[in-house]
């Protein structure tokens, strides 16, 4: 059994910066694709961005890119995702997720429907 296990979330002011965490138990981290993933109310479930089982592959959404930061310690099977100049858009509860797909383009990791297991959600809200 995989756990996930988010924290970190809060209330801040527009363009005040939040790190969030995941911590994953169970098999091992470095053999998941790990990505987050936001929801805001009355919306649907939004990709964010993913990180490759190592690391070295990175890709984001075009509403977070140069804000936002993906990061995981295969040490401390932990996920990172530090949000700078946050913007009320960014409210929303964020997940983590792990999945084990094989993939050649990691931009199709983009979507809910290949993640396997989900965290409970930490909530981030942004005031204007």
């Known amino acids: 059994q995989v756990q996930l296990v988010e924290s970190g979330g809060g209330l801040v002011q527009a363009g005040g910066s939040l790190r969030l965490s995941c911590e994953v138990s169970?098999?091992?981290?470095?053999?998941?694709?790990m990505g987050w993933f936001r929801q805001a109310p009355g919306k649907e479930r939004e990709f964010v961005a993913v990180i490759s089982r190592g690391g070295s592959r990175i890709y984001y959404a075009d509403s977070v890119k140069g804000r936002f930061t993906i990061s995981r310690d295969n040490a401390k099977n932990t996920l990172h995702l530090q949000m700078n100049s946050l913007k009320p858009e960014d409210t929303a509860v964020y997940y983590c997720a792990a999945s084990s797909v094989v993939y050649t383009s990691i931009a199709t990791m983009s979507t809910p429907l290949k993640y396997t297991y989900w965290g409970q959600g930490t909530q981030v809200t942004v005031s204007s």
């Open positions: 169970g098999r091992a981290f470095s053999t998941w694709t």
